[in-house]
């Protein structure tokens, strides 16, 4: 069960959940990974950025990836990224040995020119090897690192095994009308397209030809439930739904404070047992969990899934 | 008629219109200052980033400024920004000897540290003069500087003339509580923080605090409602009007796309006579106008002021 | 005059001179040129960023440029970087009009794939005209912007007024073996490469196929000498006279510090009157003095010119 | 045997030596011990940037710093920077464990208010330990975090186990400065001040009161006699001795390069058996073997130690 280039749909980007004290809560990770599958993701992605991932040795990443791989029955996407390629490969090799269905690598921040980028995924495509399928993630406000559409295309040219974009640069959606022009052109084969950046262009994304989202706002449910709202060409319905959550949305996707949100909001709805991070970790100030309740119970108003029982 | 620490209300960020060959359109500057003052603004912030300010020469920018405020009747702050010294007192010494309300001033992205922050602003508020009052930009997306509340504090404290904050670093909500704070516990004197950032969390920051916005979202009159009903204590109906805008904001306020729109939705209001902005500029699709075209029709089925009538 | 793709030799970097209270020293700027001239540069280079160019006023800016175009007798490159093209339009048309052999254009540190350098120049040469000679300033320390070699090579392709690279890249000595080999392969037509980065690698830089310096390090008729010697192929000459002076070129190398070195040492040797900055500006301390003073004093061991009697 | 605040000498910063096919080089890894040890060196430093620390796996970097500390006989510091504080304190608890004389931490490029950075050094020194000796790496050049000398200065006063600063700020003759007045206005307990940035400034950086050198340059023995030189007042041999390596120590301390010139260096001398580098790595052209084997020769002909015999 790999990931290939007519992937479709929602792939959550899972946040790692610890004990107050740091260790890794696998409970509380066992009933994240349920959560996703009730919620009817076609994929779940572990060891993003969003996942701690960087604050994870390296057999505590493996083990949590593992959890997950074998209790989920979907396609688990694990990301690989790291300062040097003996560690990629080391991570790569052994989740793929454990079942994942990819892996996700992100550029390091020093890459500038369109030959340093497309020589960087060679070169980590050569290191994970040719049988493993990945994911581009392309993340500029986060990464630092300006992708040209025909960057992306000539990292596809050139690697077998590139079949999905994670895109999340900002603006983004002439970068899909670009990409989605070159397959139609002939120029490029097809990739599948998940969205990230929080979802916060989600509506628009998927009318511009996006394949679904690859994010980890707290409702995967409703974007499973918006990706197939766009893909039935119900526009008016998925913008409904999609305007009633993005004030949420909106807040889960400030920088440094959305896992602190996620990690509340999945603890509030009972799937955590604790929202702690490792540290460095952001916050929640008493206003802000007040804002995120405010934000819940309007939205509650409008879309049931958000009511907080007890 | 000058800016001070107790401004409340909305300055609205003013673009500068061109006609289609680059020449500044005096006409459509004037029917933009009539509008704003028909939205009900307390005042009108020119020759900010969104103004293409850099892209003018000193005698138009002058020319601009000065128009404004000769017709407005209220306080008009001008942008003063500039690579030297010599060349901000020089607009500034002009701006104000023409009837400006006070200057604003943003951070050369080559500072870093705390000291180096507060010694711009000290140098400065020497150029200008202690008896011009400025304002603070903090946009560190933008500019790529960082200022911690303590620094805003510390320039609050060296400089007389420093009576207001264009709040928009993001994530925010926490940096006006704690110049709020400061105040409550009497470290600072009284600052008028006034919200840019596109507006996107005007909701929230009006309750942490803040006085108002001062950002160039196309529906002023929006704005100005909204910090009306925030400061009669009017939750629900605040964010309800806010919750209906957001996906039109949130559109707006993608970096290096929102003049385009802006100046996309003045022109369809009948205000600008041309989008042209001068290079380098943005541009829209035309997928993305009928994106916003399908935002204002969503939006004026809740908001009256949104329907583009022929 | 103008500028040409053959150009060889040295174009001194012009710092501008100022009085103690900031105004332009035009007595010193008439002695600074007559220096450079006896020192036999062929060229001058005026408003770069050491020039303090940022800092002058549109009027000012003009009227060092014309001054030093009237007085040289070589060809003046003047710097015409600008925020947006209007600006730049305008001080290079005056600029030409006064006399300068060609103009200088730095891109915007927002600039970030290889395409939006590329559009950038394209831009920018049509805003100049297609009869102005330009030169490409690559300085990614200061600029932030990383130029590939192909980059380079197709704005020369796009642009027949491209006649000359500032090259400061750092490393940079691959840069130069790979534009020349475009110019060997037929890819590229011939570009006229003068070296920058204060000098720090021309050794090197001339035996990779430089054409030479545009720098501003305070002994020019050194790099005259050092141009020459490598010019004729006497190799070891030159790298004594490089070595010899190398000890206070990295001294006057350090970023932000270099211009103060610069201003001190023409002050000490008489030429400039004063050796203010305009703000913000950098300052050497008393033990910095003392360090230029030991550098010079052991430098004038081995070369004559850097004795400062009296 | 732990480093402390009254440190002196020579720190060499050792790369790892690599087999052709990527594999730790041990024997390698044993000369280079050895030839620390007869260059007089007072510590080494594993484990840095140099030390392409990022792209070993976690056991063999404890492998490389565990052999390396039980050859040595002289203090090892080892670079513990990491993304999180569990792998920080993970291996900073191994190397203890195996008998290191302290570890070295690197910023975050994340960082940029004062508060962040001695935030930042504040968790890490709790995740280590209050009983590990830690070293401050400040180079802004690399990690993009800017420290001003006050910063240095609470750091040192909330952590007893900062007891040393690598300095390789760009320009830092005044920070050293700065920070000795520190101490001589008792506003700092002393700090053990080695220097880095290639040793481009050693020259004036130990008559600015810095301890010694913390560098990879590829004669240690070199910078051990500079130190003492200096030490003992003899600022005309230390600066001829100084002067005599600028060419290759300049040339050595190009970014991205360095490494590759270091490694061939010492290939050259016998000491690796590959200069092979882990991926990503930089290489060097024929070209700049060349201009290194010109470099090595010029300087043979004023140090003997720089003869390449064979």
Redesign the interface.
């Known amino acids: 069960m790999k990931i290939s280039n007519d992937a479709r749909g929602v792939y959550a980007i899972a946040p790692t959940p610890f004990h107050d004290d ?1 260790a890794v809560d696998e409970k509380s990770l066992d009933r994240l990974t349920d959560f996703y599958l009730e919620s009817g993701v076609t994929g779940i992605t572990v060891l993003g950025q969003l996942g ?1 991932a ?5 057999s ?1 990443a493996l083990a949590v990836a593992s959890r997950v791989i074998s209790r989920a029955g979907v396609p688990v996407v694990v990301g690989v990224s ?6 990629m490969r ?1 991570l790569s090799d052994a989740v793929m040995d454990a079942g994942a269905a990819g892996v996700m690598i992100a550029p ?2 020093s890459l ?5 980028i497309i020589g ?1 995924y060679r ?1 980590a495509a050569k ?1 994970i090897g040719p049988d493993v399928p990945f994911v581009i993630q392309d993340y500029p406000l986060t990464f630092s690192v ?3 559409p ?2 992306i295309r000539a990292i596809v040219a050139e690697n077998p095994g590139c079949v999905m974009l994670k895109h999340e640069d ?2 983004g ?2 970068k899909i ?1 670009a990409l989605r022009g070159f397959e139609a052109d002939g120029s490029m084969r097809r990739l599948s397209i998940l969205c990230g950046n929080g979802g ?2 989600l ?2 994304e998927t ?2 030809g996006a394949d679904g989202a690859m994010t980890g706002y707290c409702f995967p449910d409703m974007l499973v439930e918006l990706v197939e709202l766009a893909a039935r060409g119900e526009r008016n319905a998925a ?1 409904d739904l ?2 009633a959550h ?2 949420l949305l ?2 889960e996707q ?4 959305g896992l602190a949100v996620r990690k509340y909001v999945f603890m509030r709805r009972g799937i955590l047992a604790s929202e702690a991070q ?3 970790a952001g916050s929640l ?1 008493a ?2 969990r007040g ?1 995120v309740d ?1 934000l819940l119970s ?1 939205l509650a108003a409008k879309d049931p899934r958000a009511r907080m029982d007890g």
Chains 1, 2, 3, 4 share one sequence.
């Open positions: 740091g701690e960087p604050k994870l040795e390296h505590e790291a300062p040097g390629f003996a560690a080391a390091p921040a500038r020119t369109d030959d340093q960087y070169n290191a300006v992708m040209a025909k960057v900002w603006p959606l002439e009308s916060l262009f509506d628009f009318e511009r913008h999609f305007d993005l004030p909106r807040y400030q920088p440094g404070v490792r540290a460095p100030s206003a802000a804002e405010l309007r």
